[in-house]
Protein backbone atom coordinates (compact mmCIF):
# COMPACT_ATOMS: atom_id res chain seq x y z
CA UNK A 1 0.00 0.00 0.00
CA UNK A 2 1.48 2.92 -1.25
CA UNK A 3 1.58 6.30 1.04
CA UNK A 4 1.56 10.16 0.15
CA UNK A 5 3.76 12.12 2.10
CA UNK A 6 1.51 15.30 2.17
CA UNK A 7 -1.38 13.25 3.10
CA UNK A 8 0.51 11.49 5.91
CA UNK A 9 2.09 15.23 7.15
CA UNK A 10 -1.33 16.59 7.33
CA UNK A 11 -2.46 14.12 9.34
CA UNK A 12 0.89 13.63 12.35
CA UNK A 13 2.64 15.61 14.58
CA UNK A 14 6.69 15.57 14.41
CA UNK A 15 8.31 14.03 17.32
CA UNK A 16 12.02 14.04 18.04
CA UNK A 17 13.92 11.64 16.35
CA UNK A 18 15.10 9.21 18.47
CA UNK A 19 17.86 6.31 16.75
CA UNK A 20 17.26 5.71 13.77
CA UNK A 21 13.33 5.60 13.49
CA UNK A 22 11.05 8.59 12.85
CA UNK A 23 8.03 8.44 15.23
CA UNK A 24 4.86 9.78 14.57
CA UNK A 25 1.12 10.36 16.19
CA UNK A 26 -1.75 9.80 14.44
CA UNK A 27 -4.59 12.38 15.59
CA UNK A 28 -7.31 10.85 16.85
CA UNK A 29 -10.18 10.05 13.91
CA UNK A 30 -14.07 8.99 14.29
CA UNK A 31 -14.11 5.47 14.27
CA UNK A 32 -17.81 4.88 15.41
CA UNK A 33 -19.93 7.01 13.08
CA UNK A 34 -22.51 7.20 15.53
CA UNK A 35 -24.37 10.25 15.39
CA UNK A 36 -25.19 12.47 18.14
CA UNK A 37 -28.60 12.34 18.46
CA UNK A 38 -27.69 9.35 19.49
CA UNK A 39 -25.97 9.96 22.69
CA UNK A 40 -28.54 9.57 24.89
CA UNK A 41 -29.57 6.25 23.53
CA UNK A 42 -25.81 4.98 23.92
CA UNK A 43 -25.46 6.38 27.67
CA UNK A 44 -28.54 4.47 28.83
CA UNK A 45 -27.55 1.16 27.61
CA UNK A 46 -24.11 1.13 28.79
CA UNK A 47 -24.72 2.19 32.02
CA UNK A 48 -27.12 -0.64 32.13
CA UNK A 49 -25.13 -3.52 31.55
CA UNK A 50 -25.33 -3.86 27.49
CA UNK A 51 -22.16 -4.18 25.45
CA UNK A 52 -20.76 -1.60 22.77
CA UNK A 53 -21.58 -3.57 19.53
CA UNK A 54 -25.27 -3.60 20.93
CA UNK A 55 -25.09 0.53 21.51
CA UNK A 56 -23.68 0.43 18.31
CA UNK A 57 -26.90 -1.85 16.86
CA UNK A 58 -29.51 -0.02 18.75
CA UNK A 59 -27.41 3.76 17.71
CA UNK A 60 -28.64 2.23 14.22
CA UNK A 61 -24.75 2.01 13.11
CA UNK A 62 -24.79 0.36 9.89
CA UNK A 63 -21.22 -0.05 8.94
CA UNK A 64 -19.62 -3.23 9.87
CA UNK A 65 -16.61 -1.86 10.53
CA UNK A 66 -16.84 -0.23 14.23
CA UNK A 67 -18.28 -4.08 14.94
CA UNK A 68 -15.40 -6.05 13.73
CA UNK A 69 -12.83 -3.41 16.20
CA UNK A 70 -11.15 -5.40 19.07
CA UNK A 71 -13.44 -5.69 22.14
CA UNK A 72 -11.67 -3.58 24.16
CA UNK A 73 -10.61 -0.89 21.49
CA UNK A 74 -14.50 -0.59 20.82
CA UNK A 75 -15.28 -0.12 24.58
CA UNK A 76 -12.89 2.59 24.67
CA UNK A 77 -14.05 4.29 21.69
CA UNK A 78 -17.15 4.35 22.65
CA UNK A 79 -16.56 5.63 26.30
CA UNK A 80 -14.18 8.42 24.86
CA UNK A 81 -17.31 9.24 22.51
CA UNK A 82 -19.72 9.62 25.44
CA UNK A 83 -17.38 12.05 27.61
CA UNK A 84 -17.92 15.59 27.70
CA UNK A 85 -15.66 16.65 30.15
CA UNK A 86 -12.22 15.21 28.76
CA UNK A 87 -11.98 12.94 31.83
CA UNK A 88 -10.76 9.76 29.35
CA UNK A 89 -7.73 10.87 27.37
CA UNK A 90 -7.85 10.04 23.78
CA UNK A 91 -5.86 6.93 22.45
CA UNK A 92 -2.47 7.51 20.86
CA UNK A 93 -1.54 5.63 17.74
CA UNK A 94 2.09 4.98 17.36
CA UNK A 95 3.19 4.32 14.11
CA UNK A 96 6.94 3.80 12.68
CA UNK A 97 7.33 5.97 9.44
CA UNK A 98 9.38 2.80 7.88
CA UNK A 99 5.97 0.50 9.00
CA UNK A 100 3.66 2.99 8.03
CA UNK A 101 3.21 1.59 4.49
CA UNK A 102 2.69 -1.99 6.14
CA UNK A 103 -0.27 -0.10 7.73
CA UNK A 104 1.47 -1.61 11.11
CA UNK A 105 0.02 0.24 14.10
CA UNK A 106 0.17 -0.19 18.41
CA UNK A 107 -2.99 1.34 20.04
CA UNK A 108 -2.11 2.51 23.69
CA UNK A 109 -5.15 2.66 26.05
CA UNK A 110 -4.80 4.02 29.78
CA UNK A 111 -4.39 1.40 31.55
CA UNK A 112 -7.36 2.16 34.22
CA UNK A 113 -10.01 2.39 30.97
CA UNK A 114 -8.40 -1.10 29.68
CA UNK A 115 -9.55 -2.63 33.03
CA UNK A 116 -12.84 -1.56 33.13
CA UNK A 117 -12.91 -2.89 29.27
CA UNK A 118 -11.32 -6.36 30.48
CA UNK A 119 -14.49 -6.36 33.78
CA UNK A 120 -17.36 -5.21 30.97
CA UNK A 121 -15.94 -7.74 28.11
CA UNK A 122 -16.24 -10.66 31.43
CA UNK A 123 -19.97 -9.70 31.92
CA UNK A 124 -22.38 -11.19 29.70
CA UNK A 125 -24.28 -8.08 27.97
CA UNK A 126 -28.00 -8.05 28.75
CA UNK A 127 -29.29 -7.89 25.25
CA UNK A 128 -27.24 -10.73 23.32
CA UNK A 129 -26.38 -12.63 26.09
CA UNK A 130 -22.87 -12.77 25.30
CA UNK A 131 -23.39 -13.43 21.65
CA UNK A 132 -21.27 -10.13 20.41
CA UNK A 133 -19.31 -10.74 22.66
CA UNK A 134 -17.86 -14.39 23.75
CA UNK A 135 -18.27 -15.88 20.46
CA UNK A 136 -16.73 -13.76 17.83
CA UNK A 137 -13.10 -14.70 18.81
CA UNK A 138 -10.64 -16.63 16.28
CA UNK A 139 -10.86 -19.45 18.92
CA UNK A 140 -14.33 -19.91 18.07
CA UNK A 141 -13.91 -19.61 14.77
CA UNK A 142 -11.34 -22.30 14.18
CA UNK A 143 -13.40 -24.46 16.03
CA UNK A 144 -16.13 -23.82 13.21
CA UNK A 145 -13.54 -24.61 10.60
CA UNK A 146 -12.45 -27.91 12.30
CA UNK A 147 -15.67 -28.80 12.64
CA UNK A 148 -16.28 -28.03 8.53
CA UNK A 149 -12.85 -29.68 7.65
CA UNK A 150 -13.80 -33.13 9.66
CA UNK A 151 -17.17 -33.59 7.92
CA UNK A 152 -15.44 -33.78 4.64
CA UNK A 153 -17.96 -31.54 1.86
CA UNK A 154 -17.35 -30.16 -1.23
CA UNK A 155 -18.36 -26.64 -1.54
CA UNK A 156 -17.32 -23.73 -3.53
CA UNK A 157 -19.13 -20.85 -1.12
CA UNK A 158 -21.18 -21.23 2.24
CA UNK A 159 -24.41 -19.59 4.06
CA UNK A 160 -24.04 -19.14 7.29
CA UNK A 161 -27.51 -19.40 8.90
CA UNK A 162 -27.72 -18.40 12.84
CA UNK A 163 -30.45 -19.61 15.29
CA UNK A 164 -30.82 -17.35 18.37
CA UNK A 165 -33.09 -17.76 21.54
CA UNK A 166 -36.51 -16.36 21.14
CA UNK A 167 -35.53 -14.48 24.33
CA UNK A 168 -33.41 -11.92 22.96
CA UNK A 169 -36.41 -10.83 21.34
CA UNK A 170 -37.71 -9.48 24.69
CA UNK A 171 -35.08 -8.09 25.96
CA UNK A 172 -34.52 -6.28 22.66
CA UNK A 173 -37.97 -5.01 22.77
CA UNK A 174 -37.67 -3.49 26.34
CA UNK A 175 -34.42 -1.64 25.18
CA UNK A 176 -36.38 -0.28 21.99
CA UNK A 177 -38.88 1.00 24.23
CA UNK A 178 -37.03 2.73 26.73
CA UNK A 179 -34.33 4.26 23.64
CA UNK A 180 -37.80 5.05 22.11
CA UNK A 181 -38.47 7.06 25.27
CA UNK A 182 -34.69 8.88 24.90
CA UNK A 183 -35.36 9.92 21.43
CA UNK A 184 -38.37 11.48 22.49
CA UNK A 185 -36.86 14.30 24.73
CA UNK A 186 -35.32 15.19 21.56
CA UNK A 187 -38.67 15.23 19.60
CA UNK A 188 -37.19 12.10 17.61
CA UNK A 189 -38.04 8.69 16.53
CA UNK A 190 -36.38 5.52 16.88
CA UNK A 191 -38.24 2.77 14.87
CA UNK A 192 -37.58 -1.24 15.47
CA UNK A 193 -36.16 -1.13 12.02
CA UNK A 194 -33.80 1.14 12.27
CA UNK A 195 -31.96 -1.68 15.22
CA UNK A 196 -29.51 -3.58 13.32
CA UNK A 197 -30.19 -7.15 14.12
CA UNK A 198 -28.31 -9.12 16.48
CA UNK A 199 -28.01 -11.85 13.99
CA UNK A 200 -26.57 -9.31 11.12
CA UNK A 201 -24.20 -7.57 13.60
CA UNK A 202 -22.93 -11.50 14.20
CA UNK A 203 -22.72 -11.95 10.37
CA UNK A 204 -20.56 -9.19 9.88
CA UNK A 205 -17.84 -9.48 12.78
CA UNK A 206 -17.53 -13.35 12.42
CA UNK A 207 -17.86 -13.76 8.01
CA UNK A 208 -14.48 -12.55 6.98
CA UNK A 209 -12.96 -14.43 10.01
CA UNK A 210 -14.58 -17.80 8.76
CA UNK A 211 -14.17 -16.93 5.18
CA UNK A 212 -10.15 -16.50 5.62
CA UNK A 213 -10.09 -20.08 7.65
CA UNK A 214 -12.03 -21.85 4.71
CA UNK A 215 -10.70 -19.92 1.64
CA UNK A 216 -14.20 -19.38 0.37
CA UNK A 217 -16.47 -16.59 0.72
CA UNK A 218 -19.30 -16.29 2.79
CA UNK A 219 -22.59 -15.47 0.33
CA UNK A 220 -26.52 -15.05 0.85
CA UNK A 221 -27.30 -17.86 -1.02
CA UNK A 222 -25.46 -21.17 -1.28
CA UNK A 223 -25.80 -24.79 -1.45
CA UNK A 224 -23.72 -25.34 1.54
CA UNK A 225 -24.32 -23.77 5.18
CA UNK A 226 -22.37 -23.59 8.35
CA UNK A 227 -25.03 -22.83 11.35
CA UNK A 228 -24.83 -21.96 14.41
CA UNK A 229 -27.34 -22.63 17.18
CA UNK A 230 -26.93 -20.88 20.45
CA UNK A 231 -29.06 -21.26 23.94
CA UNK A 232 -29.54 -19.91 27.09
CA UNK A 233 -31.26 -21.67 29.64
CA UNK A 234 -30.74 -19.02 32.35
CA UNK A 235 -33.03 -16.83 30.76
CA UNK A 236 -35.37 -19.32 29.00
CA UNK A 237 -38.37 -17.77 31.55
CA UNK A 238 -37.94 -14.58 29.95
CA UNK A 239 -40.56 -15.50 27.51
CA UNK A 240 -43.04 -16.70 29.95
CA UNK A 241 -45.09 -13.98 30.86
CA UNK A 242 -45.91 -13.44 26.67
CA UNK A 243 -47.87 -16.64 26.77
CA UNK A 244 -50.33 -15.33 30.08
CA UNK A 245 -50.77 -11.95 28.73
CA UNK A 246 -51.30 -13.40 24.47
CA UNK A 247 -52.25 -17.31 25.17
CA UNK A 248 -53.67 -17.22 21.21
CA UNK A 249 -50.55 -16.39 20.00
CA UNK A 250 -48.38 -19.99 21.30
CA UNK A 251 -50.00 -23.36 20.17
CA UNK A 252 -48.66 -26.41 21.04
CA UNK A 253 -47.41 -28.10 17.66
CA UNK A 254 -46.56 -31.80 17.14
CA UNK A 255 -43.06 -30.92 16.01
CA UNK A 256 -41.95 -28.17 18.10
CA UNK A 257 -40.48 -29.44 21.65
CA UNK A 258 -41.70 -25.32 22.77
CA UNK A 259 -44.21 -22.96 22.11
CA UNK A 260 -41.97 -20.29 22.82
CA UNK A 261 -41.12 -20.23 18.81
CA UNK A 262 -39.38 -17.11 17.33
CA UNK A 263 -42.37 -16.63 15.32
CA UNK A 264 -44.67 -17.07 18.61
CA UNK A 265 -42.27 -14.38 20.13
CA UNK A 266 -42.56 -12.12 17.29
CA UNK A 267 -46.80 -12.46 17.34
CA UNK A 268 -46.60 -11.66 20.95
CA UNK A 269 -44.53 -8.63 21.10
CA UNK A 270 -46.20 -7.05 18.24
CA UNK A 271 -49.56 -7.70 20.03
CA UNK A 272 -48.69 -6.81 23.72
CA UNK A 273 -49.55 -3.55 24.96
CA UNK A 274 -46.26 -1.62 26.10
CA UNK A 275 -47.72 -0.89 29.66
CA UNK A 276 -48.36 -4.70 29.94
CA UNK A 277 -45.25 -5.26 28.42
CA UNK A 278 -43.13 -3.12 31.34
CA UNK A 279 -45.58 -4.34 34.04
CA UNK A 280 -44.40 -7.93 33.45
CA UNK A 281 -40.93 -7.50 31.77
CA UNK A 282 -39.04 -4.22 33.71
CA UNK A 283 -35.89 -2.30 32.57
CA UNK A 284 -33.32 -3.13 32.34
CA UNK A 285 -33.04 -6.67 31.77
CA UNK A 286 -30.77 -8.86 34.53
CA UNK A 287 -26.82 -9.20 33.09
CA UNK A 288 -26.46 -12.94 33.25
CA UNK A 289 -23.58 -14.44 34.87
CA UNK A 290 -23.34 -16.89 31.73
CA UNK A 291 -23.02 -16.29 28.46
CA UNK A 292 -24.87 -18.40 25.55
CA UNK A 293 -23.73 -21.47 24.86
CA UNK A 294 -23.47 -23.08 21.16
CA UNK A 295 -25.84 -26.29 20.88
CA UNK A 296 -24.81 -27.18 17.44
CA UNK A 297 -22.42 -26.37 14.99
CA UNK A 298 -24.44 -27.65 11.72
CA UNK A 299 -22.93 -28.51 8.06
CA UNK A 300 -25.42 -29.72 5.48
CA UNK A 301 -25.44 -29.24 1.57
CA UNK A 302 -28.48 -29.03 -0.41
CA UNK A 303 -29.34 -31.69 -1.77
CA UNK A 304 -28.09 -33.62 -5.33
CA UNK A 305 -30.71 -34.99 -7.82
CA UNK A 306 -30.00 -37.72 -9.99
CA UNK A 307 -31.78 -38.81 -12.89
CA UNK A 308 -31.93 -40.93 -16.12
CA UNK A 309 -34.02 -44.10 -17.29
CA UNK A 310 -34.00 -47.71 -16.02
CA UNK A 311 -34.87 -51.02 -17.83
CA UNK A 312 -35.95 -53.66 -15.34
CA UNK A 313 -35.98 -57.20 -17.25
CA UNK A 314 -36.72 -59.78 -14.29
CA UNK A 315 -40.38 -60.90 -13.76
CA UNK A 316 -39.67 -60.73 -9.89
CA UNK A 317 -38.40 -57.89 -8.86
CA UNK A 318 -39.84 -55.07 -7.09
CA UNK A 319 -39.76 -51.37 -8.17
CA UNK A 320 -39.34 -50.34 -4.41
CA UNK A 321 -38.33 -52.58 -1.33
CA UNK A 322 -41.19 -54.91 -0.64
CA UNK A 323 -42.18 -54.92 2.71
CA UNK A 324 -45.34 -55.98 4.35
CA UNK A 325 -45.82 -56.38 7.90
CA UNK A 326 -42.29 -55.86 9.03
CA UNK A 327 -41.15 -58.80 6.71
CA UNK A 328 -39.33 -58.63 3.34
CA UNK A 329 -40.81 -60.58 0.63
CA UNK A 330 -38.36 -59.62 -2.15
CA UNK A 331 -34.39 -59.63 -1.93
CA UNK A 332 -34.44 -56.82 -3.81
CA UNK A 333 -35.70 -54.04 -5.96
CA UNK A 334 -34.88 -51.62 -8.56
CA UNK A 335 -34.68 -49.12 -5.89
CA UNK A 336 -32.37 -50.13 -4.01
CA UNK A 337 -29.84 -51.43 -6.92
CA UNK A 338 -29.41 -47.87 -8.07
CA UNK A 339 -29.32 -45.93 -5.02
CA UNK A 340 -26.48 -48.54 -3.69
CA UNK A 341 -24.30 -47.18 -5.75
CA UNK A 342 -25.26 -43.58 -5.54
CA UNK A 343 -25.09 -43.17 -2.01
CA UNK A 344 -21.72 -44.48 -1.47
CA UNK A 345 -20.34 -42.41 -4.24
CA UNK A 346 -21.56 -39.15 -3.31
CA UNK A 347 -21.75 -40.03 0.29
CA UNK A 348 -25.35 -38.63 1.19
CA UNK A 349 -27.26 -38.95 4.20
CA UNK A 350 -30.39 -40.70 2.91
CA UNK A 351 -32.41 -40.35 -0.27
CA UNK A 352 -36.02 -40.14 -2.22
CA UNK A 353 -36.77 -42.18 -5.04
CA UNK A 354 -39.25 -41.22 -7.41
CA UNK A 355 -40.26 -42.38 -11.05
CA UNK A 356 -42.75 -41.68 -13.99
CA UNK A 357 -44.53 -44.47 -12.63
CA UNK A 358 -44.36 -47.77 -11.65
CA UNK A 359 -44.36 -51.33 -12.87
CA UNK A 360 -45.64 -54.25 -10.69
CA UNK A 361 -43.01 -56.97 -9.49
CA UNK A 362 -43.92 -59.15 -12.70
CA UNK A 363 -43.74 -56.54 -15.23
CA UNK A 364 -40.62 -55.65 -16.98
CA UNK A 365 -39.77 -52.00 -18.21
CA UNK A 366 -38.02 -52.34 -21.87
CA UNK A 367 -37.49 -50.20 -24.65
CA UNK A 368 -35.83 -46.30 -23.56
CA UNK A 369 -36.90 -47.50 -20.20
CA UNK A 370 -38.59 -45.51 -16.89
CA UNK A 371 -37.59 -42.28 -16.46
CA UNK A 372 -36.70 -41.95 -12.35
CA UNK A 373 -34.88 -39.28 -10.09
CA UNK A 374 -33.17 -39.40 -6.94
CA UNK A 375 -32.90 -36.89 -4.16
CA UNK A 376 -29.33 -37.53 -2.65
CA UNK A 377 -29.81 -35.72 0.72
CA UNK A 378 -26.83 -34.10 2.56
CA UNK A 379 -23.89 -35.17 0.22
CA UNK A 380 -20.59 -34.72 0.90
CA UNK A 381 -19.71 -35.29 -2.80
CA UNK A 382 -21.30 -33.03 -5.04
CA UNK A 383 -19.20 -32.86 -8.75
CA UNK A 384 -18.68 -35.50 -10.81
CA UNK A 385 -16.87 -35.30 -13.88
CA UNK A 386 -18.75 -37.09 -17.18
CA UNK A 387 -16.34 -40.25 -16.90
CA UNK A 388 -17.32 -40.31 -13.28
CA UNK A 389 -20.74 -40.20 -14.09
CA UNK A 390 -20.39 -43.27 -16.62
CA UNK A 391 -18.40 -44.96 -14.48
CA UNK A 392 -21.17 -45.04 -11.91
CA UNK A 393 -23.75 -45.94 -14.38
CA UNK A 394 -21.08 -49.18 -15.42
CA UNK A 395 -21.71 -50.21 -11.57
CA UNK A 396 -25.22 -49.76 -11.51
CA UNK A 397 -25.44 -52.08 -14.56
CA UNK A 398 -23.11 -54.98 -13.22
CA UNK A 399 -26.23 -57.23 -12.76
CA UNK A 400 -28.92 -58.51 -14.83
CA UNK A 401 -31.64 -57.45 -13.42
CA UNK A 402 -31.84 -53.91 -14.23
CA UNK A 403 -29.85 -51.19 -16.58
CA UNK A 404 -29.86 -47.69 -16.42
CA UNK A 405 -28.85 -44.93 -19.21
CA UNK A 406 -28.42 -41.45 -19.46
CA UNK A 407 -27.62 -41.36 -15.88
CA UNK A 408 -26.55 -37.34 -15.08
CA UNK A 409 -26.91 -34.51 -12.28
CA UNK A 410 -30.39 -32.42 -12.91
CA UNK A 411 -31.93 -29.42 -11.07
CA UNK A 412 -34.69 -29.59 -8.32
CA UNK A 413 -37.20 -27.98 -10.91
CA UNK A 414 -36.77 -30.76 -13.91
CA UNK A 415 -37.67 -33.56 -11.10
CA UNK A 416 -40.65 -31.37 -9.96
CA UNK A 417 -41.31 -31.96 -14.08
CA UNK A 418 -41.52 -35.72 -14.36
CA UNK A 419 -44.85 -36.00 -12.20
CA UNK A 420 -46.25 -33.21 -13.85
CA UNK A 421 -48.96 -34.44 -16.68
CA UNK A 422 -48.69 -38.10 -15.93
CA UNK A 423 -52.37 -38.44 -16.91
CA UNK A 424 -51.76 -36.60 -20.60
CA UNK A 425 -48.96 -38.89 -21.20
CA UNK A 426 -49.33 -42.00 -23.06
CA UNK A 427 -47.61 -45.51 -23.16
CA UNK A 428 -46.78 -48.40 -25.02
CA UNK A 429 -47.40 -52.12 -23.68
CA UNK A 430 -46.95 -55.74 -24.81
CA UNK A 431 -49.05 -58.50 -23.08
CA UNK A 432 -49.63 -62.07 -23.70
CA UNK A 433 -53.46 -63.02 -23.33
CA UNK A 434 -54.87 -66.07 -22.75
CA UNK A 435 -58.40 -67.17 -23.50
CA UNK A 436 -60.58 -69.70 -22.29
CA UNK A 437 -62.29 -70.21 -26.09
CA UNK A 438 -60.40 -71.28 -28.80
CA UNK A 439 -59.17 -68.38 -31.24
CA UNK A 440 -58.40 -67.99 -35.08
CA UNK A 441 -56.40 -64.85 -36.45
CA UNK A 442 -59.79 -63.53 -37.99
CA UNK A 443 -61.24 -63.65 -34.35
CA UNK A 444 -58.89 -60.66 -33.33
CA UNK A 445 -58.74 -58.58 -36.40
CA UNK A 446 -61.68 -56.58 -34.65
CA UNK A 447 -59.40 -55.40 -32.14
CA UNK A 448 -56.83 -53.86 -35.17
CA UNK A 449 -59.57 -51.79 -35.62
CA UNK A 450 -60.29 -50.10 -32.49
CA UNK A 451 -59.16 -46.50 -31.94
CA UNK A 452 -59.77 -44.46 -29.08
CA UNK A 453 -61.82 -47.27 -26.85
CA UNK A 454 -62.64 -45.50 -23.60
CA UNK A 455 -63.37 -47.49 -20.45
CA UNK A 456 -64.44 -46.68 -17.35
CA UNK A 457 -62.04 -48.47 -14.41
CA UNK A 458 -63.17 -48.68 -11.11
CA UNK A 459 -60.00 -48.96 -8.47
CA UNK A 460 -58.31 -52.52 -8.79
CA UNK A 461 -58.99 -54.86 -6.19
CA UNK A 462 -55.19 -55.55 -5.85
CA UNK A 463 -54.53 -52.21 -4.83
CA UNK A 464 -57.54 -51.06 -3.21
CA UNK A 465 -56.05 -51.47 0.12
CA UNK A 466 -53.72 -48.35 -0.84
CA UNK A 467 -55.63 -46.56 -3.17
CA UNK A 468 -59.04 -44.47 -2.63
CA UNK A 469 -62.26 -46.20 -4.06
CA UNK A 470 -63.13 -44.13 -7.52
CA UNK A 471 -64.07 -45.01 -11.20
CA UNK A 472 -61.82 -43.60 -13.55
CA UNK A 473 -62.15 -42.95 -17.21
CA UNK A 474 -58.99 -44.20 -19.43
CA UNK A 475 -58.55 -44.37 -23.41
CA UNK A 476 -57.19 -47.11 -25.24
CA UNK A 477 -55.61 -45.42 -28.23
CA UNK A 478 -54.45 -48.41 -30.80
CA UNK A 479 -54.19 -52.02 -30.69
CA UNK A 480 -52.18 -54.57 -32.24
CA UNK A 481 -52.59 -58.26 -32.53
CA UNK A 482 -49.95 -60.59 -33.38
CA UNK A 483 -51.14 -64.42 -33.32
CA UNK A 484 -49.58 -67.10 -31.10
CA UNK A 485 -52.03 -70.13 -31.38
CA UNK A 486 -55.37 -70.84 -30.66
CA UNK A 487 -55.49 -69.94 -27.04
CA UNK A 488 -52.86 -66.94 -26.66
CA UNK A 489 -52.01 -63.64 -28.65
CA UNK A 490 -49.74 -61.07 -28.47
CA UNK A 491 -51.93 -57.88 -27.62
CA UNK A 492 -49.52 -54.59 -28.44
CA UNK A 493 -51.51 -51.34 -26.96
CA UNK A 494 -51.09 -47.42 -26.76
CA UNK A 495 -52.90 -46.14 -23.69
CA UNK A 496 -53.48 -42.94 -21.89
CA UNK A 497 -50.89 -43.26 -18.55
CA UNK A 498 -52.47 -44.80 -15.62
CA UNK A 499 -54.41 -47.60 -17.26
CA UNK A 500 -54.61 -50.55 -15.50
CA UNK A 501 -53.51 -53.14 -17.88
CA UNK A 502 -54.36 -56.14 -16.12
CA UNK A 503 -57.64 -55.79 -15.27
CA UNK A 504 -58.21 -54.61 -19.38
CA UNK A 505 -57.68 -58.25 -20.05
CA UNK A 506 -59.56 -60.16 -17.45
CA UNK A 507 -61.80 -57.57 -16.67
CA UNK A 508 -61.13 -57.74 -13.15
CA UNK A 509 -64.78 -59.20 -12.24
CA UNK A 510 -66.52 -56.39 -14.08
CA UNK A 511 -65.21 -53.38 -12.32
CA UNK A 512 -63.38 -52.39 -15.98
CA UNK A 513 -65.45 -51.91 -18.76
CA UNK A 514 -65.36 -52.92 -21.53
CA UNK A 515 -62.32 -55.29 -21.26
CA UNK A 516 -60.72 -58.26 -23.28
CA UNK A 517 -63.26 -60.89 -22.23
CA UNK A 518 -66.29 -59.26 -22.74
CA UNK A 519 -65.28 -57.86 -26.19
CA UNK A 520 -64.48 -61.27 -27.32
CA UNK A 521 -67.43 -62.90 -25.49
CA UNK A 522 -64.42 -65.76 -23.26
CA UNK A 523 -62.82 -65.71 -20.49
CA UNK A 524 -59.72 -63.82 -20.66
CA UNK A 525 -56.54 -63.31 -18.89
CA UNK A 526 -52.88 -62.12 -18.75
CA UNK A 527 -49.92 -64.21 -18.29
CA UNK A 528 -47.32 -61.47 -18.95
CA UNK A 529 -46.70 -57.72 -19.39
CA UNK A 530 -43.92 -55.32 -20.55
CA UNK A 531 -43.59 -51.90 -20.73
CA UNK A 532 -42.62 -51.39 -24.27
CA UNK A 533 -41.80 -47.38 -23.79
CA UNK A 534 -42.82 -44.50 -21.40
CA UNK A 535 -44.25 -40.63 -22.46
CA UNK A 536 -41.26 -39.22 -25.01
CA UNK A 537 -38.94 -37.81 -22.21
CA UNK A 538 -35.47 -36.04 -24.11
CA UNK A 539 -32.18 -36.52 -21.48
CA UNK A 540 -29.76 -34.52 -22.45
CA UNK A 541 -26.05 -34.38 -20.94
CA UNK A 542 -26.63 -30.52 -18.72
CA UNK A 543 -30.57 -31.28 -19.23
CA UNK A 544 -33.31 -33.16 -17.93
CA UNK A 545 -35.75 -32.26 -20.73
CA UNK A 546 -39.49 -33.13 -20.98
CA UNK A 547 -41.89 -33.42 -23.68
CA UNK A 548 -45.49 -34.28 -23.04
CA UNK A 549 -46.29 -34.97 -26.60
CA UNK A 550 -46.93 -38.59 -26.11
CA UNK A 551 -44.88 -41.67 -27.69
CA UNK A 552 -44.30 -41.39 -31.40
CA UNK A 553 -44.19 -45.23 -31.59
CA UNK A 554 -46.42 -46.79 -33.64
Known amino acids: MSVNPANLL ?7 NRGMSLWIVLRPRKMLLIEEKYKPVAELLLSSGTCPRCVLRFCSVGSPAPYRLPFQEL ?29 RSETQIPEDVEDNCAAEAQQSCNLCLGVLQHH ?8 IFHKVQSAGYEFQDFVFPVSLPPQLLVREHSAWLQTQQEMRKQNRHLEKTDIIQVKEAYKWIIHPMISEQLGVQAVSKSLFEVGVVFCHHDTD ?15 PTKNKQSVFTRMAVVKALEKIKDNDFCNHFPWPPSSPKTTCQVVHIQCNHASVFVAGRYNKYSRNLPQTPWVIDGERKMESSVEELITEQLMAVFKADSFNFSSSGREDVDVRTLGRGRPFAIELVNPHRVQLAEKDMKDLQQKINNNDKIK ?12 AHMKEGEEEKTKCYSALIWTERT ?9 NDLKELKLIQKTPLRVLHRRPLASRSRIIHTMKTEYVDEHHFRLYLKTQAGTYIKEFAHGDFGRTVPNIGSMMKTTADILELDVESSPWWLLHADSFLLCVKGDQIN
Open 10 to 16: AQVDRLP
Open 75 to 103: SHELRKFLVIDGDISPPSKKVRLEDAEEG
Open 136 to 143: CSTKFVKK
Open 237 to 251: EDCHFLATVCKDCFK
Open 404 to 415: VRDLQIVSREAV
Open 439 to 447: MGKEDLEFL
